[in-house]
């Protein structure tokens, strides 16, 4: 993997060359795990001018690397510098040699930098020029590699693999807060570095609540029980999210409420495709919603992307901007919401693939009929 990550920072070394700066500072830790292979806490990227001139990159950190999975390992090839004193501030200590290397120039993620941080740079080398990097990283983290997608492919299977066995468990009289502790421990069982969000289990009407926080409610029979949950593996980032019912056969209500989710979802799956408008997926799924009459019951947005992040571009909402690339992963989570009575999310995880390719991957393959369960 050395070799991958180097071919990253060239990357967007000739990015930066391009814009007239001849190091940046990376600061955004999935950024940061990106380029070098790991993300210790409060680390940074300082890449230099020119390898081949003597210009190292240097990962700057607080503390020695640890080698944990939620951090990563970092590239081998790659110098690490450790910082001598406790609490001091790795993109300070970037600055510093930066400067002491002769550069006259020194781009930053503006956007991750609080103002105090970004003033304190200026302060401790106020001879370099500094000039705001933008969204380069996460622009070249769009598009991934089938190594990126093998690692999106395997915290999927973990998180089916969790959701499954809850699904074989006995679950009326549970709590909400139970229910959720238990899927991810079992997300850790079974290979994750841990789960990829704070995992949601909302029963009854507290399903009719997007983003609901899990309780200490227990679920009872006839409930809608709704599951969004998530592995993370290496760094990669999935997500799924089911809808069932608990203890009886659904009610007619259930059932017409879930088919109408399934169908919109069904519709923004064979929407994605390379060069697709963001905004036409969106759409295909809404639609299906808004003609029956749900439009005040919606999501902001019918998906986004993952990877080292769980929310990355592209955001497929009514306003976004660009189009879908191929090998672009994806969720496409399409929910209808009734507060007091409660709503139906289902939630897949896929990646962008041509037709000759044969359309869209799905990760998640936990079934998507309504249970009784």
Known sequence: MSEVFAAR???????????????ALVSRPANVRYLTGAAPPGAV??????????????????????DQPDEGHPDETLATRVLDSFGGDPAVAAADLAAAAGADSLALEEHDLTVARHRALHTRAPRLRLTDLGGAVEQLRYVKDEEEISCLRIAAEIADQALGELLESILVGRTERHLALELERRLVDHGADGPAFATSVATGPNAGSPGHVPTDRRVEEGDFLSVCLGAAYRGYRCEIGRTFVIGTSPADWQVELYDLVFAAQRAGREALAPGTPCRDV????????????????????????????IDEDPQLAPTAMGKLDACVPVTVEPGVHLPGRG?????????????????????TITTKELLAL
């Open 9 to 23: 920072r060239d990357r967007l070394r000739a990015y930066c060359a391009a814009g007239g700066s001849a190091t």
């Open 45 to 66: 990227l300082l890449l230099g001018r020119d390898p081949l001139d003597g210009d190292q990159d240097v990962l700057v950190c607080s503390a020695t690397p640890t």
């Open 343 to 363: 709503g139906v999310r289902i939630d897949d995880t896929l990646v962008v693939r041509s037709e000759a390719d044969g359309g869209p991957e799905l990760l």
């Open 282 to 309: 969106d759409r295909a799924a809404r639609q299906v919603l808004d003609s029956a009459g749900y439009a005040r019951g919606l999501t902001q947005l019918t998906g986004h992307g993952v990877g080292l992040e």
